[in-house]
């Protein structure tokens, strides 16, 4: 287990977005009652990282969570009001939007569940992330389709684990999503 957690350390040194992982686990951990255990891990996942984002802050002047564009929104969803092209905005409904949304719903659903595995709380911090994520991530489409990346594993995770009848679903829509969104990528 041990070296488990420096992997979470090293993938949060490496996109930050791996921190909501992270952050579900540590979730489970406490709500079942394993305090120490959380405590551990959010040392040796998050104490590098802060210790890197320092030494970048010190070198570049100002730390890159301070900047206005990185402001998380406050209400769910409010960065899809600024968006004005509409085959953006109905790829980002599509691809991003609804699908937090649903999956949002059944992770809500299984609340009974969270106790026996962090798969749910795992995706649920996902989808907080992608409701919230700043507006300027919402305007651009592929930022906001590498942010919903972290969503697609989460609910593969979550539908391996917890609702295995829906895993071919997933697999099916994530999957032509990737196909049809690959040429709009590309160009």
């Known amino acids: 287990m041990g070296l488990g957690r420096c992997f979470f350390s090293l993938a949060i040194l490496t996109k930050e977005v791996a921190a909501v992982f992270v952050i579900g686990v540590i979730a489970w951990l406490i ?4 305090f120490l255990l959380a405590f551990q891990i959010s040392l040796i996942s998050f104490i590098p990282p802060i210790i890197w984002g320092s030494i970048v802050s010190l070198w570049l002047g100002e730390s890159p969570l301070n900047i206005y ?3 998380m929104e406050i209400l769910p969803f409010w960065g899809l009001q600024f968006i004005h092209i509409s085959p953006a905005k109905a790829y980002i409904w599509i ?3 609804f699908p937090a949304l649903v999956l949002g719903i059944l992770s809500i659903w299984d609340i009974p569940k969270w106790k026996s595995s962090p798969d749910t709380l795992i995706l649920l911090a996902n989808v907080a992330l992608v409701a919230f994520m700043p507006r300027f991530t919402w ?3 592929g930022g906001a389709l590498r942010v919903v990346m972290g969503l697609v594993l989460a609910s593969y995770l979550y539908a391996s684990f917890t609702r295995p009848k829906l895993l071919p679903w997933f697999s099916a829509f994530w999957l032509t999503s990737g196909l049809i969104m690959l040429p709009a990528l590309i160009h």
Do not use: G
Not at 31 to 34: A, G, T
């Open 31 to 34: 709500l079942n009652r394993h």
């Open 69 to 71: 564009y990185a402001r």
């Open 95 to 97: 691809w991003v939007a």
């Open 139 to 141: 305007w651009n489409v």
